[in-house]
């Protein structure tokens, strides 16, 4: 059984850009959640997709927005970069919404310059 | 508005000692808990968990505890093991408008010295 995969591990862009991060989520979950985690701080929820749907969002611009595809993988993709977009975004899927047991994957770390 | 708190940065306990983490929230509805561990470099892996319905939940040499009058929960680690050091995310669970997202605390960094 794989777990949920993220790419790329680590990026590196310049203030008003944009970027697209990607996750595989775990066989056999059909939801993910995207976090951010900031230095020193926990994750903050950004957003859920259900069946190639956002089904909740947390408090982020929607310079922040996503896609799920038939597969139950997922994007996020934030727009006109600013520096304090800069954290470790994480990646977790599970079996359903309302379901509790989130598999997290390792983050891809974005730098923001 | 932090709804769930770690006051702890951290923590320091002698192996083969208990390690007690501790967690407050502030929303009463909160009723499903979670507790996480994250090494560097790696995502949060689930740890234990515990429903408001009871007031304790054990799981070898992890027990967590929950007081709803209080809102606090704490995690007991018995005995501790070097290899338990890492970061100690407290998270509940929001179900409301059907998503199941989670709320974490900052986190307690625990180091077990040998």
């Known amino acids: 059984e794989t777990g949920v995969t993220q790419s790329p591990t680590h990026l590196i862009k310049t203030r008003g850009q944009q970027v697209t991060l990607r996750c595989s989520s775990q066989s056999g979950h059909n939801t993910v959640s995207w976090y951010q985690q900031a230095l020193g701080q926990g994750p903050q929820f950004i957003f859920q997709y259900y069946r190639e749907e956002e089904n909740g969002r947390g408090n982020f611009p929607p310079r922040f927005s996503g896609l799920q595809f038939p597969n139950y993988s997922s994007e996020l993709n934030v727009n006109a970069l600013e520096l304090d977009d800069s954290a470790l975004y994480l990646c977790a899927s599970s079996p359903q919404t309302e379901n509790y047991g989130y598999t997290f994957g390792s983050g891809t770390r974005l730098t923001v310059v | 508005d932090q709804q769930v708190k770690q006051n702890s940065p951290s923590l320091s306990v002698q192996e083969g000692r208990i390690s007690i983490l501790n967690c407050d929230y502030t929303?009463?509805?909160?009723?499903?808990f979670l507790w996480y561990k994250k090494y560097p470099a790696e995502g949060p892996t689930f740890l234990i968990s515990i429903s408001s319905i009871k007031d304790k939940n054990e799981d070898g040499r992890f027990t967590v505890f929950l007081n709803k009058s209080a809102k606090h929960l704490s995690l007991h680690i018995v005995p501790s093991q070097p290899g338990d050091s890492a970061v100690y995310f407290c998270a509940a669970c929001d179900f409301s408008g059907n998503t199941g997202k989670l709320i974490f605390g900052q986190g307690t960094t625990l180091q077990v010295k040998p």
């Open positions: 929303n009463s509805m909160f009723d499903y």
